[in-house]
Every structure is written in C-alpha cells, then in structure tokens.
C-alpha cells in the first residue's frame, strides 16, 4: 500500500549546526504536512506544502516539496535547544484523502 | 514494534446515534493520548488530550459532552461522537507516545460519515 517514510529516525546535533530530515512517499502527494511534537507535547502543525517545487520558509525552517511531489525535507539551519523534539511529515492517501504518517526523526541537541 | 491501533477505520452511522472509537497501543502504556478531527484537505486539529485515569483535556471550541473520551487502562482511550449530526462527518486521528522509548505514534484514523 501506500507509504510514507522519514529518514533518519534519529540524529543527534551540536547546538549550533544544521539539521534536515527527509520523508519520500511510494505515490505522488497532493500535499504534505510538516508537524512538531515537542517532549511530552502533542504534534503540532508546522505547515502544508501543496506546488511542485515549493519551498517555504519559517524563521530557521525550510521547508521542500519535490517537484514529482513524491518528497519533502525540513532544513533546520543552527540549532537551537528549542528545537528538541519529533518531526513529522504526513501526506494525505491517493484513494481517500486519508492521512499517513511518516515514523518521525527525533532531533537531539547537545549542548 | 509498537504500534497504535485505531478502530473502526470507517463508519457509517445514522444522526443522532452515537458512534464509539478504540485507540489502543500494542506492546506499550500509554499514560497520555492525543485525538484529533482532520478535514478535508486541511491539518489535524487536536480535539483533547486523553489521561489515563482522569479526565480529558479539551482544547477550546471542542465539546466535551459531545465527544466523550475515556481513557480507563494504559493501553486504551475511546473517542464516542455522541447524537451524532452530519457535520461531525470526518476523519478522526489518535496518537499516542511510548514514554520508555521516546517515540510517538499514529493510529490509522477512522473516517466517520453521519447520514
């Protein structure tokens, strides 16, 4: 069935460096949604991608869409401590609109 | 590996019925789940934090007696849509956390249709 998946699940920075995570899907998306679950919050909503090739930008986070719309990434540029968390990306399922899923990367930041 | 399970993953329900659905994390507690509603081509909107052994948390706008959640053992919460109406007819999400490994997980949704 449909899939998508996030790479890496994983990565552990030093405050201060870049961090990206990947989330390629098995079919082309309509849109994509980034969402941030902080520990012991809840995910939140970052943004939506729906263009081929869009990039959009919030403060240090940018954010892609493939210009097949089968992948995105989420660029972190200098970590901070406040980016801690879990990073997901969801995409909504061809036949239903359903949304799925990608397993996440948790960002680790070392002083 | 662990895993959220959400049932049913679609419903058909007349108005005015009340509409019950599982969460339940395999192979993990889950002192904490969230549910959340998802419209069409929009983001999940979280609806309340679910606490095993008290009350849910509802977020603003979100009505309590209409969406009762029951958090009663640490492997499941149940969402009922109660006197269901057709515009609660969406896509109902629930995820929980697995505290020992710090990994958060998705259920398969349900979608809910009122007729």
């Known amino acids: 069935g449909q899939q998508v998946m996030q790479i890496p699940q994983y990565q552990h920075v030093q405050e201060g460096e870049d961090f990206t995570t990947y989330c390629n899907s098995s079919t082309t998306l309509s849109n994509i949604q980034w969402y941030k679950q902080r520990p012991g919050g809840h995910p939140v909503f970052l943004i939506q991608l729906v263009k081929s090739g869009e990039v959009k930008k919030q403060k240090r986070l940018t954010f892609q869409f493939g210009e097949a719309k089968k992948n995105s990434s989420l660029h972190i540029t200098a970590t901070q401590t406040t980016d801690v968390g879990t990073y997901f990306c969801a995409g909504p399922r061809n036949r239903d609109d359903k949304i799925i899923f990608g397993k996440g990367t948790r960002l680790h930041i070392l002083p | 590996g662990a895993v959220v399970s959400q049932h049913p993953s679609r419903v058909i329900c007349k108005s005015g019925t009340s509409v019950k659905i599982e969460c339940r994390s395999l192979?993990?507690?889950?002192?904490?789940m969230f549910w959340y509603r998802q419209f069409p081509k929009k983001s999940l909107m979280l609806m309340a934090t679910s606490n095993e052994g008290s009350k849910a948390t509802y977020e603003q706008g979100v009505e309590k007696d209409k969406f009762l959640i029951n958090h009663a053992s640490l492997t499941l919460s149940t969402l009922t849509v109660t006197s269901a109406h057709p515009e609660d007819s969406s896509f109902y999400i629930c995820s929980a956390t697995d505290w020992v490994h710090g990994e958060a997980f998705f259920g398969q949704g349900t979608r809910l249709t009122v007729v």
């Open positions: 192979d993990f507690q889950a002192t904490t």
